[in-house]
């Protein structure tokens, strides 16, 4: 059972502050913060800086020196207890250390932990808690969960549809479709993912920045991905023009014409080759192993149909968001926010949920919530 008390809560909420100090310089290690209070005070604090360098309980202990003794230790994640990494296990600091209680938000997705650092600890006498803000401490580090789980990046599919499921008319006018309350959704989920990916026909047709923007608050621009398997971004594009507001991945297939790479490369975009998949399109799964190298470990797709229905067709997809406006577009020529391939022949064989899909209202439009990972399932 987990002691809920209002000290817990303050103290591991300071430790969530102090992982979050991590993000963008640990990867592909999790964000972790850690903070020591012996007798109801704060006596020592840390967080992971980047790999290699200690992590937050030693740094934590250290500063706590002899006060850590019969001290609480509060941390986000499991400590570890394996001895294939850089640096020594924590909990056998955490033992030395002294410390009679330790209060953890959730277990470590790493097979080399998880749950042994527990045992361990309790081997030693220590009291554990496990749970205490666990979905805050999943959200943190929702990519390192599914690095662990998926070998891949978390992958976030985002769109804004018109009730009949349109994403934009016949001649591809798609701004906007959703009201004020659903594009600043749209900013703040790209302010919280390492990359936005769309394919190169959304370019093509929007010209679109690709950035956050927030009005009054300071924001984070994701890594641009463009698929584009023939390179035919133009040079003269929004996201090639602001160059410096966030890199440029452009996904070229293995045929793609060098002249073309080669205009995109001195515009300052990075170009990646990928092998075509057996529906003819860039292999995603590459893509994925490629994403993970650069250490981009989570993902936000806004691709148009064709790339919403690759992601979902492969199962690479994590977590949906999806307005519904309040408007009809119809017609045969539409375009639908699942497109490409072949719809199955019975209803039996399509992509069903079973897990709770929540409508929340966003001004006029409808936000359906569809979360197919979780902290649960992660671990």
Known sequence: MIDLSAGDRKWMNMVLSLARKGAGSVAPNPCVGAVVVSRGKLVGKGFHQRPGLAHAEVCALAEAGPKAMGADLYVNLEPCCHLKKRTPPCTREIIQSGIQRVVISTLDPNPEVSGEGVRELQRAGIDVSVGLFGKKAFELNRGFFSLMKNRRPFITLKGA??????????????????????????????????AILVGVGTVLSDDPLLTT???????????RIILDSSARTPVNSQ??????DAQVLIVAGQEAPRKNIEALQSGGATVIQCLMDSSGN????????????????????EGGGHVTGSFLSRNLVDRIRLVFAPLVIGGDD???????????????DALRFSVPIRPTRLGSDVLLSIDLWDEKTMI
Request: hydrophobic share 40%; proline share 3%; no cysteine.
């Open 213 to 223: 923007r927030i009005p009054g608050k300071n924001t984070h621009n994701p890594v």
């Open 334 to 348: 539409a375009i639908n926010w699942v497109s490409g391939g072949h719809s199955p022949r019975m209803l039996k």
């Open 282 to 301: 860039l292999d995603l799964f590459e893509l994925m192993n490629h994403l993970v190298e650069r250490r981009i470990l989570t993902l936000l797709v």
């Open 161 to 194: 549809a018109s009730i009949d499921g349109r994403i934009a008319t016949s001649s591809g006018d798609s701004q906007w479709i959703s009201g004020d309350e659903s594009l600043l959704l749209a900013h703040r989920l790209r302010n919280t993912h390492d």
């Open 239 to 244: 996201v090639m023009k602001r160059i410096s």
